[in-house]
């Protein structure tokens, strides 16, 4: 038996990996080769130079507590360099080390901060499309989801935000670069929308906090530079994950910041560091945690993935889809010819493209294709996708 709020979570529970569970079976049908699969952002591209030879070292060479607990928090060195490196990078300046916690990855991240910050009922605002999972940690946390949707071309709406931010707002998720419309939000639409928090903040009475998740920072296409939005606000916090930007999804290692300017800095760190604990993270993995100390500046090369934006955006173009060239990430997503984003999926599926549907970015009337492939499949999704006007 099972409770009622997990049964409806399966009911309602991504489609993504659903797709990608099946993707298994049909490579198995059809040949691994005839599939073009670009259901999930796992990436295809190994880990840079950097990471696996630190991993090599920590292996041949290991420091005598590797393999002990650590500190709830993470490893004080480790929580040292990462904030130096947002830091010296103008990401959080005035980053020391308690203003971090490593985490396992940019979803544990999450889940630490919402049982952090959240009493049952308490309302956090996301933006849609988001990232499928951000619906289920905040249910995880007894929080409610309320969703805005952006503007047509994927920006945040700040009037609608205005709306929406009521006496039960406690926080507000922002992605960008997002997953999945790619955009990147320019730096006056975010001073402006942290002016928006303050004010409601004041008129109701109770801090709004604002979580900027950017696991995909470093993966831009243009040369507008990145500005985080837990820099430009007191309340503000950061998740972030080396699932992307080290292309090591499975070893399950992020961090969450906190703006140095926030009042409540010392309180926040330590309700953090023992909701790792007691979330059953304990901490962050120990291993992990002495890898990216070594490798924190190496980053995955980002040329194979503009090569593979630009390849498709010619096709989708051409074949007369309707879609926002991605400022960064690796997605792309597409208006749905038709506007039935479940439909245009199994008919892709049917054909050997797996991509997965609008809806389960709580954004109906697109699909979304995760270009972290290699070239093969980029090739095979060209030849495969349905001209947008039959
Ligand atoms: C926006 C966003 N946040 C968080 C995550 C989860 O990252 P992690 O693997 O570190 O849990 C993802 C993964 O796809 C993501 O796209």
Known sequence: MISEEMRQLLATGSEIRTMWERSFELKRIHGAENVADMTLGNPFAPPPEGVLKALEELVANPPPDLHRYTPNAGIPEVRQLIAAHLHDHGLLPGAQRHHVVVTAGASGATNIVLRAVLDPGDEVVLLSPFFPDYPAHVLNQHGVPVVVPTTPDFLPDLAAIEEALGPRTRLLIINHPNNPSGRLYPQWLLRDLVEIIRKQSRKNGRIIYLLSDEPYREICFTSEPFTSPAKLYEHGLMTYSFSKSKSIPGERIGYLALNPESPAATELAKAFALANRILGFTSAPSLWQHVIARSLDAVIDIEPLRRHRDCLLEALEN??????????????????????????????????????????????????MAFCVDQRTVDLAVERLPPARQ
């Open 319 to 368: 074949k007369g889809y309707e879609v926002i060239p991605p400022d960064g990430t690796f997605y792309l997503f597409p208006r749905t010819p038709g506007g039935d984003d479940v439909a245009f999926v199994s008919r892709a599926m049917e054909s050997l493209l797996l991509v997965a549907p609008g809806s389960t970015f709580g954004h109906p009337g697109h699909f979304r």
